[in-house]
């Protein structure tokens, strides 16, 4: 796989110099060559709010090129949404309504809360319907996002734009002495991709084919930015890395190959910061980063665009596939005029390893993402299953006991594929057969399985029911909604 991709950033790079961002289809291709400025999501702090907050599900237009309007859907804007700021202790009220024609749902992707306001396919939103709900925040600091889920349409809802974050701040990450200014050293990157003809974003649709890969696309947008940089002092800068595309893999690095340091994983902080020159994202992941600028003038994180399945195409043919192409993230240029707060702390957390606990108490469950479901009919939400069984509403796959230690193996068919659980965030103990790498050994919600074993271990906390359970499913939202998606329970 690194032997791939390795010579994919070698010609990626070499496109990026010439100064191109391909745009559109191969028979309607533009390049634009414009630079933009970093489009930051407006923030909400809940406590500013009265822990209050009501967001609107709206049609939308949105400039991805400048004076060219693409047909878009938002929270409370034209394309994503507002970042919310919740704090560890508090209960924020979330209110939604529901301007658009399609029924929706809102998940709470990462929040640890129960199945009746965690936002699954069965709490539906109408059109013109507004509906509240309570959210207690008890988990550990940590970066989190809110999408749809609706069955059979999160792939379009989300590709439309509907999609923001969640910032969870609790007293260990108030204390740290990180970078904590929003926008200016602290910065938030929603990374997707999307095709463009003619300046215009191409509405949602798929072929059986990118039903089978998952859709991919050719042109990286960020905060729905293309071609970003951002300004940004000269010391330490804290980036929020969310992979919010419908399928796309990337593996991001930065010019020259410049370390970084890895504090954070889905559900929080990492024990000690851990050094990197690149990290490798699945849709639904994310990862907090830090760099030090003090000795640079501007540096440009950059993202490798990966194919369906890295290990299983020789070097030739990923050279003359559609996906060798090495593209922007954000250029961060430094300006003396910001103040340079924060610094990276030798130690951000304590876990409590689930490892060490006697396993001959976890309940074992095995769960196997098939590309193929042997019962499928004409009907595309029934393409895909997980243990030969497509999603089906009225079926509650698993039931586990609240306060339980689970222990699941996963395997997935054909490609890999970024496994997600619901209401939890869980612990890698083996993956792919081996020990997790150090980067890997904190708090998880999304996983990349292949074909060789990946074991969680979780504990579950919170109450779902039969009437509003949990999910668990491949978050490749195309194989999600074409039914790689299970129901489970947790009762007492």
Known sequence: MRKVTGILAIVGVAVFIAGYVVTGEQNNTKTYVQE?????????DSREVNNDIELVIQNGEHEFFSGIKSITKGFSQFYLGPTIRLYQGTQTRI????????????????????????????????????????????????????????????????????????????????????????????????V???????????????????????????????NGTINPYHLVPAGWVRLRLLNGSNARFYRFFFADNAPFYKIATEGGFLNQPVTMTEITMA??????????????????????FLPPDPEGESVIEALFSSDPSVQRVVDLRVDKALSAQGTLPDKLNEIDDYSQIDMRTAVRRTLTMNMAND???????????????????NVINVRVKKGDLELWTVTGDEMPHPFHVHGVSFQILTHNGEPPAEEDRGWKDTVVVTEEPTEILMRFHHTATQAFPFMYHCHILEHEDGGMMGQFTVLD
């Open 375 to 393: 019962n499928a009919t004409v009907n595309p939400h029934n393409m895909f299953a997980i243990n030969g069984q497509s999603m089906n509403m």
């Open 192 to 222: 997707q991709d999307r095709s463009f003809i003619n300046g215009k974003m191409k509405p949602y649709t798929v072929t059986s084919e990118q039903m089978t890969d998952g859709l991919r696309e050719e042109t990286l947008v960020v």
């Open 95 to 190: 209110t939604y309504k529901n301007d658009i024609d399609d029924p929706i749902t809102v998940h709470g992707h990462g929040l640890h809360v129960e199945g009746k306001v965690d936002g699954g396919p069965q709490s539906q939103i109408l059109p013109t319907q507004r509906k509240s709900f309570l959210l207690p925040i008890v988990q550990e600091a940590g970066t989190s996002w809110y999408h749809p889920h609706l069955m059979g349409k999160t792939a379009e809802h989300v590709h439309a734009g509907l999609a923001g974050l969640y910032i969870i701040e609790d007293e260990n990450s108030q204390t740290l002495p990180l970078p904590k200014n929003y926008g200016i050293n602290d910065i938030p990157l929603v």
């Open 283 to 304: 849709p639904g992941e994310r990862n907090e980063i830090m760099i030090d600028l003090s000795n640079h003038t501007s540096l440009s994180l950059r993202a490798a």
């Open 36 to 44: 933009n400025l970093l489009t930051i999501p407006p923030l909400i």
